[in-house]
């Protein structure tokens, strides 16, 4: 359920609540989203507040006890088309901002698709101090006609520069109506030592099962192999 408060003069909704709910009609979660866009309409920043409960009625948090995160998304930099090339995401533990969790530098290469699908991205992670955890280089190959990612690779970088593990994603869309709504019937994660793939570390099969997902596309019952 969204509920939208304010909008800025090209329609754009820049404060809102959504409310998640489980198939039974459990609320999962509230979250309350701030945007800043600009004249022509990039978002330029934008911030997810988390709370576990809400008001559903007047959609606003219950209490300040009930807050689970606060995410900040800050975009510097766009390609011509308006897609975002230099991004940095802050995560907060306090709701005031002052316990940073974690950040991360995102740079997406000027290389997207006609139908703007990213194909090369890297994500750098730094703690709270602002030491660098690992870096992430992700390529993306395949897309399904819903811009659902197919394909991937995933380099994993330490501190140091060093291989972790390389990964490669494979994702099937088999139900339509599941792949509108970004979810995949299978996925098959495979790790190797590095790139050249010359040695498995494991693999990880997801299965959702297609019997099972509802008429909303969302998953009801899933298997993971190892």
């Known amino acids: 359920e969204i509920r939208t408060s304010q909008f800025d003069l090209r329609g754009n909704a820049i404060d809102q609540y959504v409310a998640t709910y489980s198939p039974e009609g459990t609320l999962y979660d509230v979250k309350h989203i701030l945007t800043d866009t600009r004249s022509n309409?990039?978002?330029v920043r934008s911030e997810v507040i988390r709370y576990s409960t809400g008001d559903v009625d007047s959609m606003t948090p219950v209490a300040s006890g009930d807050f689970v995160e606060r995410t900040v998304v800050v975009t510097t930099s766009f390609d011509l088309r308006n897609n975002a090339l230099s991004q940095e995401v802050f995560r907060y533990s306090s709701e005031t901002m002052d316990t940073l969790v974690e950040?991360?530098?995102?740079?997406?290469?000027?290389?997207?698709?006609i139908l703007d699908q990213a194909?090369?991205?890297?994500?750098?992670?730094?703690n709270s101090e602002g030491s660098l955890v690992d870096t992430q280089i992700i390529d993306y190959t395949n897309y399904d006609k819903f811009s659902n990612v197919e394909d991937q690779t995933?380099?994993?970088?330490d501190s140091r520069g060093l291989v972790?593990?390389?990964r490669v994603i494979h994702n099937d869309y088999?139900?339509?109506?599941?792949?509108?709504?970004?979810?995949?019937?299978?996925?098959?994660i495979t790790r190797f030592i590095d790139s050249s793939m010359s040695s498995e570390i494991?693999?990880?099969?997801?299965?959702?099962?297609?019997?099972?997902i509802d008429s909303l596309g969302r998953i009801v019952d899933q298997t993971i192999d190892l």
Do not use: C, K, M, P
């Open 41 to 43: 309409g990039d978002v």
């Open 174 to 188: 088999l139900d339509q109506v599941a792949a509108q709504r970004g979810n995949a019937t299978h996925t098959t």
């Open 164 to 166: 972790v593990d390389f």
């Open 154 to 157: 995933i380099l994993t970088l």
């Open 119 to 126: 194909t090369h991205s890297e994500i750098a992670t730094f």
């Open 202 to 212: 494991e693999r990880q099969e997801i299965d959702n099962h297609v019997a099972t």
């Open 103 to 113: 950040r991360q530098a995102i740079t997406t290469t000027d290389a997207y698709t």
